[in-house]
């Protein structure tokens, strides 16, 4: 069983910036293909970000491109998202994700909250 623990939600002003952190409790975590996920109240939970288990395959949705980065660390068994420019739409519990193939995985974190408000 492979956990998944989010951090780095909270509080920002429209145009600030937060850093999301998920660490996983998985040995095989480098052979893992990663996801940020994210759910607003009333909507469905949308795919973010995702990237593959090398950090050579990066897909972004088109609301987050240009603002949103993706990144992992291997020996750490760490994945982040960098979220720059932050919008009041960006408003959602934020889910990390992982599985072992591209696409949306089987193994989901509890979530963390970002509101972009002023």
């Known amino acids: 069983q492979v956990q998944l623990v989010e951090s780095g939600g909270g509080l920002v002003r429209p145009g600030g910036s937060l850093r999301l952190s998920c660490e996983a409790s998985?040995?095989?975590?480098?052979?893992?293909?990663m996801s940020w996920y994210r759910q607003a109240p009333g909507k469905e939970r949308e795919l973010v970000a995702r990237?593959?288990?090398?950090?050579?395959?990066?897909e972004y949705a088109d609301s987050v491109k240009e603002r949103f980065t993706i990144s992992r660390d291997n020996a750490k068994n760490m994945v982040y998202l960098q979220m720059n420019s932050l919008k009041p739409e960006d408003t959602a519990v934020y889910y990390c994700?992982?599985?072992?193939?591209w696409g949306q995985g089987q193994y989901w974190g509890q979530g963390t909250q970002v509101t972009v408000s002023s």
């Open positions: 998985t040995f095989y975590f480098s052979i893992y293909v």
């Open positions: 994700n992982g599985g072992r193939y």
């Open positions: 990237i593959s288990s090398t950090g050579g395959g990066i």
